[in-house]
């Protein structure tokens, strides 16, 4: 059975500071992971979906990076900014469409 | 296009009565999926549908949660009768293909059962 964790629940830095968020899963025979933020109440917004046969992917200052082998993923928030304040999920497809999700990171950008 | 569309954003009900939660999702799109999301468990998928079949149930978790998708513009998710246990967030998403592909969420619905 696939579990996915994230790792720290919280996590608070000032403005300005690069963001690190970590993912696992256990089983590396995934189809793709997908980083998601929520905000407060609110529903999900993809953030970036990496295919398995890639190592990584972006979007303005949002980096993926994944490693299949070791069951990792991170997601990186370059210069982050309050406005980045919001829980981020990751969710692992491992089954064609069947996402599994994570606990997510809730972080705090402090201006 | 306005993203997929949950109704009632909010549903406060008595235990014992039936809920049904609706979703439409993106135009287009042939998979759907109805999760629940609680501070005790997480994100939690409770159904698939694709081509408007149900392909995977097994997060579903009692014989009270039905879910329905009568065409590809629309579907349900029914609790009879509902209990205090379920409250909490059901969110429903769709995805264009069948693997490896996006999935695109809607607002939620967020349930309370007094």
Known sequence: KQEVTQIPAALSVPEGENLVLNCSFTDSAIYNLQWFRQDPGKGLTSLLLIQSSQREQTSGRLNASLDKSSGRSTLYIAASQPGDSATYLCAVDAAGNKLTFGGGTRVLVKP | ?114
């Open chain 2, 1 to 114: 296009d306005a993203g997929v569309i949950q109704s009632p954003r909010h549903e406060v009900t008595e235990m014992g009565q039936e809920v049904t939660l609706r979703c439409k999702p993106i135009s287009g799109h042939n998979s759907l999926f109805w999760y629940r999301q609680t501070m005790m468990r997480g994100l939690e998928l409770l159904i698939y549908f694709n081509n408007n079949v149900p392909i995977d149930d097994s997060g579903m978790p009692e014989d009270r949660f039905s879910a329905k998708m009568p065409n590809a513009s629309f579907s349900t998710l029914k609790i009879q009768p509902s209990e205090p246990r379920d409250s909490a967030v059901y969110f429903c998403a769709s995805s264009f293909g069948q693997g490896a592909t996006e999935a695109f969420f809607g607002q939620g619905t967020r349930l309370t059962v007094v």
